[in-house]
Every structure is written in structure tokens, then in C-alpha cells.
């Protein structure tokens, strides 16, 4: 099934073109994004339902002109014949209010090549075909059988969210539109026993349809049993180990560790190292890593980005080498580079920038029982919480919910939880030893850029043996 | 537009009840790298979030179904009226146990006037431009970059019991990274500031103690392998450390036993040696971009002490959940005031202790007690001589360990939550790296 483009962006289409052409008369650079986002959030726990539009659903405009200087952008959500001189008034006496005593930076022009394309995403099942009714319905089955489980849950989540995503770029030389359909489901596990309590949870995602939720069908004893273990885990003795990554801990690193660290925007900042080390050896030879809108389909995959750059494949590092960075427009043009599409706006009311899309490992030759079996004393890292990066400095944390303990080669059952994971970027990169010959991506989280700017991206890779410091 | 929506809502005849929330948002952004505008933005946006409400029987209980959705400023009245159809078809399989909507009152107290809104938004950004970069004087350090943006948000909430109430507000956020540079690598932290007032001194000020904590940094050492060892916490860490103490005290956190506190339960336990904590939300806390005269169900806000002296004396709660509950609403209030302790902060730093600085990301997980961090910057006192240090994290549960905590004299003010300066906790777990 294809995903239906928006009616009223089709509508809009005319408008804009006539905003676009009035602001064409004072500026020699207009663009304008268009979005309307829309989509269901439901969530069945053991204490009540909710069903709510999706928290990023959102209808609305960004129009960026070069202002003779650099570039002003102008945000707004209503849009009429008879309003658009008093938009165009409004980017007039609204935007370049600096001080003169304030300097400015200056930005070349745009250049654009003619272009005029249009994507729209497939999927099984549409969720907007199935009532609330089932889908409660199917949610409530779930966790009713997870509750059944065991007296130590104290309470079980399900639930299932849609985003229906259409987007329009505009300008003298473009025209773009494109729809797709994300969807993820969680469920979410608390158990007690006495004062110690546990979450642990079981995501799922994807640029799918509703045809999502049959997974977790399959998987809420799994998240109930986990759950239940995890209330005999016991801190880490702080140390360095050797460990096994589960592929979404390998996303996490790629992303905190190489993601952010490329981000181009950073480069024109001087607050990326990573600037230095393009064609320098950062991570181990048998380390590879992408990320790109077109580099895999995922949550972060689309024809074009927010600023009107089709999506590309960028190799991030080949063979433990830094080979490219991923940049949004006015970087890419700032730097004298070309743009990789990764320009990314959180909301049509905020600034577009550098921003990672699907990132992740490339796939290895190692077996995973040929990893497991290497391990003399280590763990196994699973189940992302949060990461932060720091593209300046290369240290990394990253907060996962469980290490599972290895002792010669094998599962002993002992679990340890929460797990800090922190270190060096590079030396953990380069101490990678073992790749697995299988890629996952996980896109159920958000990625933010320091503590705000919210976007969609997916992560994963295969499972890789490193040598880590736990706290 | 309101009245459009409010309309059409009356006419719909499945529906027992609704709220309407409208926003308005007018914002000047600036982008700064260095000491240059890199970009500058503004936005007028209009939202409109609706929720509608459907009462039930169902064997003999007594039932609310309810579904929020958006409805925009673009949309026609058939687009509304479907929009508001599809909620009400949503809310009918929503079977939560009964609660009332909130009902209006006589009056309701108001958060004191922002100077922001004496002038124009572009003119306060100029003013908050000159006051960020007044410190930025050093040669080896100052603001590598700077994001500025200043909201003035007018907040309308009606609802169909006849709450309707009105407000205006401005957010202001400055979001910067200062550097430092010695012989070795330039180091750099990240800041934020979230106010409702101009405060230059404050703005100042806090770009002032970055660039001084970079250049402790720049010459940090590594964290020494400390095992379990005293630590500080300070400034943010202490703030999101105490969000545990507002988290298991939400009413809804009690109903959907997440926290298993009880009213008059000692929270820190029976044998407290250090300080009890008592916790205050108080809706007028000054210069918070939370500070509201109502909540987001219009239910009229007034301070309220929910822990005192370590005694959990009520639950945070909105209407819903002090229904479930059968205690007295309090809505919901988004400024945090905990009272400081028994000893200075020179008190509490003469044993030796590691003092964090910065984190990473300072995590506090509010359903297990568990705490980490990555150490971007601490000071580390041996008991002889204090070394700034980098590098490896902090960990610990606080349920082992706030029978035994002390908190500072000294109080600390950021945005939404005024406290300790200083938190002191034994036997924390630090992973150095040395």
C-alpha cells in the first residue's frame, strides 16, 4: 500500500508558489517547507488507556530567504490567499532586528539545479484503516496475557504509535513532496519484589505499517521474564571488561560516538575533532559505519530533507578510516562541501540542522558463538537507555539497562544493572576485535541535539566485541 | 477560532464533556557562532489542542473515555468536525475509571509581570546579546556558540464545566558552549538557561563560570579508581537528583504503582542521620518559565509543602488522579523549591571528597532510585590538596543512601527549581580511571 500525500498540502501547493514569487521580488534566495504531520499515540497499561494525536503531529510552514547577508527563516501555520501579503510583511519587519553593533556571518547564495520528484513509502497495513476499537482492542489482549504472568508486575504498557509524515519543498528551481508512514510499538515491563523495583522494555520500529504490532505479540513473556530477572541484578564493580554489544548498544555508540562527532554543523563551530581526523585512523580495521536517509529504510528514510537536499549514503568511516562527515545545506556550503541531506528540523517551527539519520556498523564475518566464546570473563551490554555525546573532546557515556555476566563463553545468569558505560571514543573504537555478520537498526527513541531539537533517527549494527570501562 | 471549535463541539451529542487549550506563540531566535549571528528566525504560530470526554456505565462502574487532538488553523469546519468526530469514536473505547473535569474558581492568583513584556521581542534580544557576551573577555576561553530565543506565549484554556482562563507568558532559552584552551586540547562545556524575566547579571554571571569551570578542566587530571567515596553533587546534579523526591509524590506515579510512597511514610527511612528534606512546589516561583496562576487543566495553582522534614505530607496531583485517590487536588506545579540543610557548604567540604562539576549526563531514573554520570569536571580533595579531574562516571541507588545525606545552607536558583547548592553522599560508587 502506498502512503497517501497530504490534501492540504496538495491544496497549499498554489499558495506557496504565490508567497514564493512575492518574496522573490525582495530576496534572490526563497524556499519554503511545508509540512502536516498526523498520527495516533495509544497506550494500554494495567491503569488506563490513552489515545491522543501523535506528539510531533503538527501542520505548518518555514520559509527561509537569504537576506542579502545570510539566511533569515519565518515560521507559521496559517496560510490563506488573502494573508499571504501579511506573511510577506511579516518576514519583512519581523527577521534582521540585530543591533548594529552586533556582527553578522555571510552565507553565498544557494545554488539549486532544477528538480521536481516525489516519494511515497509502502506499507502492509495502514493504521488509519483500523478502528480505535481494535486497536485498543489488540493492545489490551497483550497486556492482559503479560499481567497474567506473574504478582511481582505491578504494571505492563503496550503500546502503539503512528506517524503519518507529508512534506512539500519549494523554491524557484524545486519541487518536491513526499509521504511515509513510521510506526513503532513498546511494550513496557515494571516488576517489584519487597523495595527493589525494575523496567525493562521490548521495542519495535520501523517505516512500516500497522503490521508492526504483530511482533510484539510474540514478545511481552520475553519482556515480563527479562523484567522479572532484572530484579536479582546487582551493581558493576567498576573495571575495564571485555563485552559483547547487542546491536542496539552498537547503534548507540555509532551514533554517540561517530554521529554527533561528524555532524557537520559542528565542523563550522570547531567543536568537532572529528574535523582533524578526516582519512585518519579512528576505530579498528574491521569497523565500518554509515548513516544516510538512503542508506537504509527506516525511521530516518525519505527522498528528501527539510531543507530540500535529496537523501544520500554516507559512508562515516571505511576500514577504521574517517572518510566523511554529514552536513546540512548552509554547512555543506559554508565548508565548500556538498550537502549529504541530513539537514533536519525537529518541527517546522525550528531551525534546520545537521542531524543524523539511519546511522550504523556495517556487518562483519565473525559468528556470534564464535564471540561468545572468546569471552574469558566479560558481558554481554543490552537495552539502550540514553547516550550523550562529545563531539569536542571524544569521551562518550552511554546507559544501558543490562550486562549479562560471560565466563569462558558462556552465560552464567548473573545479571548486573544499570550499566555506565564510559570512555574514550577512539580507544573504544579501536578495541573492537570481533563484528558479527548481521545488521539491526532500532529507531524508537529520539536523538536530540545537546538536550533539545528532537528528531526521529534510527541506530543499530551488528553484535561487536569491544573492551569498555563499566561504572 | 476558539468559538468555531467550541461550537461545533456543543454540537456533537456523544460527547459529555471537552477542554480546549489555544496557544498562541510569537518568537525571535538568534544563532550565534563565536561572537557573529549566523542566522536569525522568528515564528507567529496559532494551536489548538482539544480533548474531548465520554462518560459510562459499565457493570455497575462508573467510567471517563477521553482523546486529545489537534485542530489547526488552517482547517475548515468539516475538517474540524471530522477531526472532533474521529477523538469522540477514540474516547468511547477509553474505559478509565470516572473522574471529574476541573470546575472554575472565583479568582485565581497571577505570576508577577515579565519585564519582558515592557518592550519588544527584538529589542529584549539585543539586551540578553549584550548581557551573554559582557564576560567573554578571556583570550585563551569565552562562547565558541550561542542559541537565543525568546517566546512571548499567550495560553487560553476553556473547558466545557465553564473554566475559562487566560495568560501570558515569555520563555526565554540561551543555550551556549564555552571553551578553554591550555597547552593541550581546547576544552569545552555546555549550558543552558531557561528564565521568564531579563536578569543581566544572571546571564552574565553564568557565562562567567563556565569559561572559568573549562579552564579547571583544560587542566583536569584523570578520576582516580575511588572505589565508594563521599561525593558532591552540585548545582543541575542536585536538581535532578531531588526530581526523584516530585516524582514518587505524583499522584499518578502512586496510582499506577510506580512509587509505593504513602502519606506520612518517613521517605528517607527510619534512621536518618544526616539532613530530612522537605520539598516545596510553589506555582510563582520568580523568573521560571513554569511559574502559572493554573495548570493545563485550568485548575487554580497555590504553593504547597509536599514533603516535610522527610514526611511525605501530600501527593502532587491533577484533578484525575486526586480523584483516583480521594485527596485534595493540588494541580499540576512545575516549580521545585527544596529547602537547604544543616551545614555550609565549607562544612561539608572538610573531609575528603570527590565534588562533581559537570556530567555528561547527569541520570537520574525516577522509577528505580538508580543515579549515574560521566564526569566531564570534578574536584578531587584528598584531604591535603583539591585537583580538578575528567573522566569515568558516578554511580549509586539514592534509596541506599539519602538516610545519609546533607544538604548544603546555601541555596541555588535555576529556572524551575531553587535548592541546595551542594548534596553530600557516602559510599557512591566512583569508576576513575587511574
Not at chain 1, 96 to 101: I, S
Not at chain 1, 340 to 346: A, E, I, P, S
Given at each position: 500500500m502506498k502512503t497517501e500525500k497530504s490534501e492540504f498540502l496538495a491544496r497549499s501547493k498554489p499558495l506557496v508558489r504565490k508567497l514564493i514569487d512575492l518574496l522573490s521580488e525582495d530576496y534572490k534566495y526563497v524556499s519554503v517547507l511545508g509540512t502536516d504531520t498526523k498520527g495516533k499515540s495509544y497506550v494500554v497499561s494495567k491503569t488506563g488507556t490513552e489515545v491522543n494525536d501523535f506528539m510531533f503531529a503538527e501542520r505548518g510552514f518555514v520559509v527561509r530567504v537569504h537576506n542579502g547577508v545570510n539566511y533569515s527563516e519565518y515560521s507559521f501555520n496559517e496560510i490563506s490567499e488573502d494573508s499571504l501579503t501579511s506573511i510577506v510583511d511579516d518576514i519583512k519587519t519581523k527577521l534582521?532586528?540585530?543591533?548594529?553593533?552586533i556582527s553578522v556571518n555571510s552565507y553565498d547564495l544557494v545554488k539549486e539545479e532544477e528538480l521536481c520528484d516525489q516519494f511515497f513509502s509502502e506499507s502492509q497495513i495502514n493504521p488509519e484503516s483500523i478502528s480505535s476499537e481494535t486497536i485498543i482492542e489488540e493492545l489490551t489482549k497483550i497486556k492482559d496475557a503479560a499481567c497474567a504472568l506473574s504478582d511481582l508486575v505491578v504494571n505492563f504498557s503496550v503500546s502503539f504509535h503512528s506517524m503519518h509524515v507529508s512534506k512539500i519543498f519549494m523554491s524557484k528551481k524545486k519541487d518536491l513532496e513526499q509521504s511515509y508512514l513510521i510506526c513503532q510499538a513498546m511494550a513496557i515491563c515494571v516488576a517489584r519484589r519487597e523495595n527493589k523495583v525494575k523496567e525493562f522494555y521490548y521495542p519495535l520500529s520501523g517505516m512500516k505499517g500497522y503490521e508492526i504490532l504483530a511482533d510484539l505479540e510474540g514478545a511481552y513473556k520475553q519482556t515480563v521474564e527479562e523484567c522479572i530477572k532484572l530484579l536479582d541484578a546487582e551493581p558493576v564493580k567498576p573495571g575495564e571488561y571485555e563485552v559483547i554489544c547487542s546491536p542496539d548498544i552498537t547503534g548507540l555508540i555509532a551514533h554517540e560516538a561517530f554521529g554527533h562527532g561528524v555532524e557537520m554543523d559542528m565542523f563550522v563551530k570547531e567543536r568537532a575533532k572529528g574535523a582533524e581526523y578526516?582519512?585518519?585512523?579512528?576505530?579498528?580495521?574491521i569497523t565500518s559505519m554509515h548513516d544516510g536517509a538512503a542508506a537504509a529504510t527506516h525511521v530516518s528514510s525519505y527522498l528528501f530533507d527539510d531543507e530540500g537536499t535529496i537523501g544520500t549514503d554516507t559512508v562515516v568511516i571505511k576500514d577504521g578510516i574517517l572518510k566523511n562527515g554529514i552536513s546540512d545545506l548552509l554547512s555543506a556550503l559554508k565548508l565548500g562541501t556538498t550537502p549529504?541531506?541530513?539537514?533536519?528540523?525537529?518541527?517546522?517551527e525550528r531551525k534546520a540542522y545537521a542531524r543524523m539519520t539511519n546511522t550504523f556498523f556495517e556487518a562483519g564475518n565473525d559468528t556470534y558463538d564464535d564471540m561468545l566464546a572468546s569471552i574469558k570473563y566479560g558481558y554481554q551490554i543490552e537495552g539502550m537507555y540514553s547516550g550523550m555525546e562529545?563531539?569536542?573532546?571524544?569521551g562518550i557515556q552511554c546507559i544501558a539497562v543490562l550486562g549479562r555476566e560471560i565466563v569462558d563463553g558462556k552465560f552464567t545468569g548473573r545479571l548486573i544493572s544499570p550499566v555506565v558505560m564510559t570512555g574514550f571514543v577512539p580507544d573504544l573504537l579501536q578495541s573492537i576485535t570481533m563484528v558479527s555478520d548481521q545488521v539491526e537498526l532500532d529507531g524508537c527513541g529520539y536523538c536530540g541535539k545537546g538536550y533539545k531539537e528532537l528528531v526521529k533517527t534510527s541506530n543499530g549494527g551488528p553484535y561487536i566485541k569491544a573492551r569498555v570501562r563499566l561504572g | 477560532m476558539l468559538e468555531r471549535i467550541r461550537k461545533i463541539l456543543m454540537n456533537q451529542n456523544d460527547i459529555t464533556g471537552f477542554k480546549i487549550c489555544e496557544t498562541k506563540v510569537q518568537s525571535n531566535e538568534l544563532f550565534f557562532v563565536k561572537k557573529n549571528v549566523d542566522m536569525d528566525r522568528a515564528k507567529s504560530v496559532h494551536h489548538f489542542k482539544v480533548t474531548v470526554y465520554i462518560d459510562s456505565e459499565e457493570n455497575g462502574k462508573n467510567l471517563t473515555g477521553s482523546s486529545t487532538t489537534n485542530i489547526h488553523p488552517t482547517m475548515s469546519d468539516a475538517e474540524i468536525e471530522e477531526a472532533i468526530k474521529e477523538t469522540a469514536f477514540a474516547a468511547k473505547f477509553v474505559k478509565n475509571p470516572y473522574y471529574p473535569l476541573a470546575k472554575p474558581v472565583a479568582s485565581y492568583e497571577t505570576a508577577p509581570e515579565s519585564s519582558f513584556a515592557k518592550e519588544t521581542l527584538p529589542y529584549w534580544m539585543n539586551q540578553i546579546t549584550k548581557a551573554i557576551y559582557k564576560n567573554d573577555i578571556y583570550d585563551k576561553g569565552g562562547i565558541n556558540s550561542c542559541e537565543i530565543f525568546l517566546n512571548k506565549i499567550e495560553t487560553r484554556i476553556v473547558n466545557s464545566e465553564g473554566v475559562d482562563v487566560h495568560n501570558v507568558e515569555y520563555k526565554c532559552m540561551v543555550e551556549f558552549i564555552t571553551t578553554w584552551k591550555e597547552d593541550g586540547e581546547e576544552i569545552e562545556l555546555y549550558r543552558c538557561i531557561n528564565c521568564s524575566d531579563f536578569d543581566e547579571e544572571l546571564f552574565a554571571e553564568e557565562v562567567k563560570n563556565m569559561i572559568t569551570t573549562c579552564r579547571e578542566k583544560a587542566v583536569a587530571r584523570n578520576t582516580p579508581a575511588l572505589q565508594t567515596f563521599p561525593v558532591i553533587l552540585t548545582r543541575e546534579a542536585v536538581r535532578d537528583f531531588c526530581s526523584y523526591y516530585t516524582a514518587k509524590s505524583n499522584a499518578a506515579s502512586i496510582y499506577n504503582q510506580y512509587s509505593t510512597w504513602k502519606m506520612g511514610e518517613q521517605v528517607q527511612g527510619n534512621q536518618v542521620k544526616g539532613d530530612f528534606i522537605t520539598v516545596t512546589l510553589d506555582p510563582f516561583l520568580k523568573n521560571s518559565v513554569h511559574s502559572s496562576g493554573f495548570d493545563s487543566d485550568g485548575v487554580a495553582l497555590t504553593p504547597v509543602t509536599i514533603i516535610e522534614n522527610g514526611e511525605l505530607k501530600r501527593y502532587e496531583a491533577n484533578t484525575r488522579y486526586a480523584h483516583y485517590l480521594s485527596v485534595a487536588p493540588t494541580g499540576s506545579i512545575g516549580n521545585v523549591v527544596v529547602k537547604g540543610g544543616s551545614k555550609t557548604a565549607e562544612e561539608l567540604q572538610q573531609e575528603p571528597h570527590l565534588k562533581t562539576v559537570a556530567f555528561s549526563d547527569f541520570y537520574m531514573d525516577e522509577l528505580t532510585g538508580d543515579f549515574c554520570g560521566e564526569i566531564r569536571l570534578a574536584l578531587y580533595y584528598d584531604g591535603k590538596s583539591t585537583i580538578p579531574v575528567s573522566g569515568g562516571s558516578i554511580s549509586g541507588n539514592i534509596n541506599k543512601l539519602h538516610h545519609e545525606m546533607y544538604l548544603s545552607k546555601e541555596l541555588w536558583k535555576d529556572n524551575n527549581f531553587e535548592g541546595p547548592l551542594m548534596v553530600k553522599l557516602l559510599n557512591v560508587t566512583v569508576a576513575g580511571i587511574e
Open positions: 534582521n532586528k540585530v543591533a548594529p553593533e578526516i582519512d585518519k585512523r579512528v576505530a579498528s580495521p549529504t541531506g541530513n539537514g533536519k528540523r525537529q518541527s517546522f562529545d563531539p569536542k573532546n571524544w | -
